[in-house]
């Protein structure tokens, strides 16, 4: 499991986190295996992406067939 945008809180104890210091998330599948992974998560970062629904197409690749993509999603409450 890659975890893209995890920081300092995997959310799978045991996954690969990448961050920016990893490389540009944007072409994660420039740099990483393609599918290689059960699961992709990002942790909020997907809408830091240039182009976010380009973004997560290159995250699919990733993604071994049949597998799981999730991407967590959180809103500003006022």
């Known amino acids: 499991m890659i975890d893209i945008g995890a920081g300092d809180d995997?959310?799978?104890r045991g996954?690969?986190?990448?961050?920016?210091?990893?490389g540009d998330?944007?072409?994660i599948d420039e740099q990483r295996e393609h599918?290689?992974?059960?699961c992709v998560h990002s942790s909020p970062c997907l809408e830091h992406?240039?182009?976010?629904?380009?973004?997560?197409?290159?995250?699919?690749?990733?993604?071994?067939?049949?597998a799981l993509?999730?991407?967590r999603a959180e809103t500003?409450?006022?």
């Open 10 to 12: 995997l959310v799978v």
């Open 15 to 22: 996954g690969e986190p990448f961050d920016p210091d990893d």
């Open 25 to 27: 998330a944007n072409r």
């Open 35 to 38: 599918q290689a992974y059960d």
């Open 49 to 66: 992406m240039f182009e976010p629904a380009d973004a997560a197409m290159h995250w699919w690749k990733l993604v071994k067939p049949g």
């Open 69 to 71: 993509g999730r991407r």
């Open 76 to 78: 500003a409450h006022k």
